[in-house]
């Protein structure tokens, strides 16, 4: 049998060191296309495994592309990989970082997490109302008692948000006081985010309706020359979860893990997180309380005004917050010169 979306799903990894994690998820990685963003020196050469199709691009191949418009991609961050959503011809877009090995389930079999993801894309989400066997769609569940028949076929999916085992997802204070905690939890489900609510989106097992949600997945100016770091794609979560719920999207999080297998240094971390610890007490309520025009009806002009609504509901912070807004619409501009 065919691996699903095959010909429709592109991989983009980002990354600073020879790929030989690839050969782990080569079973289930090798039929699809995958697009590879080299961050750091674009003189240093990256080894790629044989047997994959892929492109690899480094920061010369951004700034011959974007032109003027190239600093709106992050440097020295794993928020590059946002160039690789731009350039990708597909449908779908899956995202893991060059850390993310496969997982096992309860039973010791390797989890395919593509394929959930997949499974997870093309079945709807319930955002307008809990189920609370989780997906109803899911082999062996359904809604319960009490939910409403007219809410049932449900909503597009644009987001399918994977977890991990081992490492977990902490910022740098967390990590400090729980140096040794490892998730070892595997929870059999997926559920969908409901409207209204954000979240905190991780960047290394994540896929998407490109065609969807796309343009709203940029993962904001961090890395070398910004004030932050850490928060690129918290920053697009805000960004995607608020469109989403404007346009009747839907997001799910849960399955699949994978296998995240080093944790980065929490004192560095803190150098790149301290503003954000901040300013993220303030950016949640602006992203919890600012509405979107309902004369906007597609992902572009969303984007462009929640651009303005940034510069102006959150410049008070810091100037760098209007300048992450002129990045905002440079990637939003950039996205449709390269995709007319």
Same mark, same amino acid.
């Given at each position: ?8 799903? !592109? ?10 994690? @690839? ?42 592309? =974007?032109?003027?418009? *190239? ?41 395919? *997490? ?13 955002? !307008? ?35 991990? =085992? ?40 994540? *896929? ?97 005004? =929640? ?6 509901? @959150? ?26």
């Amino acid at each position: 049998m065919a691996p699903p979306l095959a010909d429709q799903l !592109d991989i983009v990894i980002p990354t600073i060191r020879n790929l030989d994690f @690839l050969e782990q998820w080569r079973p289930f990685f090798q039929p699809y296309h995958l697009i590879i963003v080299q961050d750091g020196d674009p003189t240093k050469k990256i080894d790629v495994p044989e047997g994959f199709d892929y492109e690899l691009h480094n920061r010369n191949d951004i700034e011959k592309l =974007l032109g003027d418009k *190239a600093w709106c991609i992050s440097f020295k961050d794993s928020a590059c990989r946002c160039f690789g959503y731009m350039i990708s011809k597909k449908k779908y877009v899956y995202t893991i970082d060059d850390d993310c090995f496969v997982a096992k389930n309860p039973s010791g079999e390797d989890i395919n *997490a593509l394929e959930q993801h997949i499974k997870n894309l093309l079945s709807p989400s319930t955002p !307008d109302f809990f189920n609370t066997l989780y997906d109803p769609y899911a082999p062996g569940a359904d809604f319960v008692r009490g939910y409403p028949f007219s809410m049932r076929e449900g909503k597009l999916t644009a987001v399918s948000h994977g977890l991990w =085992l081992n490492i977990p997802d902490y910022d740098a204070p967390t990590q400090m006081v729980k140096p040794m905690e490892r998730n070892k939890r595997y929870v059999d489900a997926v559920m969908t985010i409901p409207k209204g609510t954000l979240f905190p989106m991780c960047g290394m097992n994540l *896929a998407f309706d490109r065609t969807a949600i796309g343009p709203a997945m940029y993962f904001g100016l961090m890395g070398e020359g910004q004030p932050w770091g850490r928060y690129d794609d918290m920053w697009a979560g805000w960004c995607v979860k608020k469109i989403c719920d404007h346009l009747d999207l839907g997001v799910k999080t849960g399955l699949p893990y994978i296998w995240h297998s080093k944790a980065s240094n929490p004192f560095v971390n803190l150098r790149k997180e301290y503003k954000g610890i901040f300013w993220q007490e303030e950016i949640i309520p602006f992203f919890q309380n600012v509405t979107l025009s309902s004369e906007n009806k597609d992902v572009f002009s969303c984007y462009l005004e =929640l651009a303005e609504k940034v510069r102006t509901g @959150l410049g008070h912070l810091d100037p760098y917050f209007s300048k992450l807004a002129d990045g905002m619409i440079a990637w939003i501009e950039s996205w449709q010169k390269l995709n007319p």
